[in-house]
């Protein structure tokens, strides 16, 4: 039934939890954009049993010194007298100080140590940190009382945790409607498309769901695949890495980074195809690189153009050989007995062994400048080795009182340099400037020490790798993701639609924005899956069904006959003249092929008679088994902030259109959102008549 007040854009609340992301924000803008809120989708323990915290709370002990002011007593307990001038005759008061031990708590917004991540493999595994998570989104945006609440849930979820869900927004923030999406509705609506096969690669699963006429196929749906999502790339670069000394913090970064690339099945890895190449023409390959005689044989852009000398090849100057060197004679020859007159065969050998070493590094620097511009002209997929930066992160404690490193204190200590400080300024004496507040002076310093201390966690160097940053998504992982697409389309019981579902693929979640991804699945697809026409299957489709296919034996042959009149409809228009060539063989003894063309002939116009007295047919039914063509979908382009973004958060765009359309436009009646009052009378199971 329709609400009995609608509700307004700016306060619909929006909540797409994931694995490691949850994604929120308040309001529907003009022009839906991504997420304004952004959160990990982690809680950490408090103090107290059963309490979260959203940040990692540290305690840090720091020792101060507090001054006293001592006080004068007299013996008798009589009160101190002044003068007329207000002067006391007592003697001043001493002045103590002593160092107190003072614990300080402080929040570490960069550490997941002692985290509890309540969502795994597309899971809730802890309801109570997952229901403090929630309250902390809640809070943080600060809707108001007349709230309405989306939620989308991924397909892993069961209809006892919808229930749960939902009881836990009407009790705990009295929500007046809540609506439930499943995650690939939310990538159809951002598609604007009512069937599609949506691939959603998350962190440490994969779910694949068929989509047709925004119904989903529950049969052949794969929910929550281990070991296809991100994580198990991570873990196959670190399989390759980690005999040569990276962390799995580190190839979780070179994961994320544009040098990590996935290449499509059957591309060679660069330097396979160089380990076993032969120059067999060296004068070739110094002057232009080929590896041999005629064109084809140089691997690079500017064709067989000559590039000059190569790096091996013995040049001389013109300029020096023109001029006489000293102690040779005007042939080259070295004129030994006027080296030897002259007393100076040491230097003159010195000087010759000098030059030669300088020419060898002059060349050598010279090659490697050249091999270093030439693979930096390469693209990614072809350099032998790349080079990301890896930002390491060190803990607290590994930084003493002072702030300083254990690592700097050590290299120090071994009478490395040390980095100059900058000088301070030095500030004024109380004698000449008045000074500042005290209060002031503590707090700036303690917002200056934190941003310090924070500052020197992390730690930036660059690491460079070979071709295993290319194999990221080897050993199996798009071969599942293939199979499970196959195996959901081949569930959909309309196989009219199973071409329309093949065409429409659409690739979406965090774990598909490793470069090459989407590239490198359809690839997979295409050679598992793709049939292209072939003669023999377009010539076979003109035939009608009721040709059996003619056995060796000749069992199977067919005779022409008379059919009933029920079965001589053919809307797929069979051209007579094919029909009578591919029947003539087929005619039975004592029968020319003439007349059986001509009874062909007469069958078929008795056909076409009926075709146009008879209702339109429906559509013949296309290949359904094996696709005839594999596209993936296109997201629309008339939400211009989204075109920069990417699209693996697209779920999140199509949560703002259903939000839009359930609550706005439609207003309940057509039973998109739960109502409060139809919770208090049906309760918690109600959900399932309402979600989408």
């Known amino acids: 039934m329709p609400s009995s007040s609608s509700f307004k854009e700016e306060h619909i609340l929006l909540i797409v939890p994931g694995s490691q992301t949850t994604l929120a924000q308040l309001g529907l803008p003009e022009s839906f954009t991504p997420a304004r809120l952004r959160i990990s989708t982690r809680m950490f323990p408090a103090e107290k049993k059963g309490e979260w915290e959203p940040l990692k709370v540290r305690e840090r002990k720091v020792t101060k010194t507090v001054t006293t002011n001592g006080t004068t007593e007299h013996a008798d307990g009589d009160i101190s007298m002044r003068d007329a001038n207000g002067a006391t005759t007592d ?4 002045t103590e100080q002593h160092e107190e031990e003072e614990t300080l708590y402080e929040e570490d ?23 403090a998570l929630l309250t902390h989104v809640h809070n943080t945006l600060s809707p108001t009382l007349h709230t309405p609440v989306l939620v989308v849930t991924q397909p892993a979820w069961t209809s006892r945790d919808h229930e749960t869900l939902t009881q836990f927004f009407f009790e705990k923030f009295k929500t007046p409607a809540f609506c439930i999406m499943d995650a690939a509705l939310a990538a159809c609506y951002a598609f604007a498309t009512g069937t599609a096969t949506v691939v959603d690669v998350g962190y440490t699963k994969c779910d694949v769901t068929a989509v047709n006429d925004f119904i ?3 049969d052949g749906r794969a929910t929550g695949m281990t070991g296809c999502g991100g994580d198990a790339m991570t873990q196959k670069l670190y399989d390759l890495l980690g005999a040569k000394g990276f962390s799995r913090d580190m190839c979780e970064q070179l994961k994320k980074n544009s040098i990590c690339e996935i290449l499509p099945a059957g591309t060679e890895l660069p330097g396979e195809n160089q380990q076993g190449q032969q120059i067999t023409n ?26 000059g000398p190569g790096v091996d090849t013995e040049v001389g100057d013109e300029d020096q ?36 070493q300088e020419k060898a590094a002059a060349k050598k620097a010279a090659g490697e400048v050249a091999a270093a511009a030439k693979q930096a002209r390469l693209p990614n997929s072809k350099r032998l080795k790349a080079s990301f930066q890896y930002t390491e992160r060190r803990s607290p404690d590994e930084l003493n009182a002072n702030g300083k490193r254990a690592a700097e204190i050590e290299a120090a200590a071994n009478g490395e340099p040390k980095r100059q400080k900058t000088p301070e300024l030095v500030t004024p004496t109380s004698a000449t400037a008045p000074v500042a507040p005290e209060h002031f002076d503590t707090a700036a310093s303690a917002r200056k020490e934190e941003r310090r201390r924070h500052r020197e966690t992390f730690i930036r160097r660059d690491i460079e790798v070979g071709a295993e940053r290319l194999q990221a998504a080897s050993g199996g992982i798009l071969e599942n993701i293939a199979d499970a697409i196959h195996r959901s389309i081949l569930s959909v019981p309309d196989h009219h639609k199973r071409t329309e579902l093949w065409d429409s693929l659409i690739i979406l979640g965090n774990g598909s924005k490793v470069k090459g991804f989407r590239d490198a699945l359809l690839g997979t697809l295409n050679a598992r899956y793709l049939i292209s026409p072939s003669s023999t299957t377009m010539f076979t489709s003109e035939l009608p ?3 059996t296919t003619p ?3 000749g069992t199977n042959t067919p005779l022409p006959q008379s ?19 591919t029947t003539s063989h087929l005619a039975p003894p004592g029968q020319s092929s003439l007349h059986t063309q001509f009874q062909m002939q007469q069958v078929y116009q008795q056909q076409q008679q009926r075709a146009q007295q008879a209702p339109p047919l429906v559509e013949q039914p296309k290949h359904g088994q094996t696709p005839m063509n594999i596209g993936v979908k296109k997201m629309p382009e008339y939400f211009p902030e989204w075109k920069e973004f990417g699209t693996e958060e697209a779920g999140f765009l199509g949560a703002q259109v259903a939000a839009k359309v359930v609550f706005v436009v439609d207003q309940g009646a057509s039973k998109g959102f739960m109502t409060r009052t139809e919770y208090n009378e049906v309760g918690p199971g109600g959900i399932h008549e309402s979600c989408l």
């Not at 003697?91 to 001493?94: I, L, T, V, W």
């Not at 232009?288 to 084809?296: I, P, R, V």
């Not at 059919?563 to 060539?581: D, I």
């Open 91 to 94: 003697p001043e008061p001493k």
């Open 109 to 131: 917004p960069t550490t997941e140590e002692g985290a509890v991540w309540p969502i795994q493999d597309g899971r809730v595994v802890d309801w109570s940190c997952f229901f």
């Open 216 to 218: 989903i196929t529950e």
């Open 282 to 307: 060296p004068a070739a390959a110094a002057s232009t690189g080929a590896t041999g005689s005629g064109d084809g044989q140089r691997d690079s852009n500017a064709g067989n153009a000559p590039r």
């Open 321 to 356: 050989d023109r001029l006489m060197k000293e102690g040779e004679a005007d042939d080259g020859v070295l004129d030994v007995a006027s080296i030897v007159a002259s007393g100076k065969t040491n230097e003159f050998l010195a000087r010759k062994e000098k030059e030669k």
């Open 545 to 547: 069904s009721t040709f």
């Open 551 to 553: 056995g060796p034996t």
């Open 563 to 581: 059919h009933p009149a029920s079965t001589h409809h053919n809307p797929s228009g069979v051209n007579p003249l094919l029909l009578a060539a």
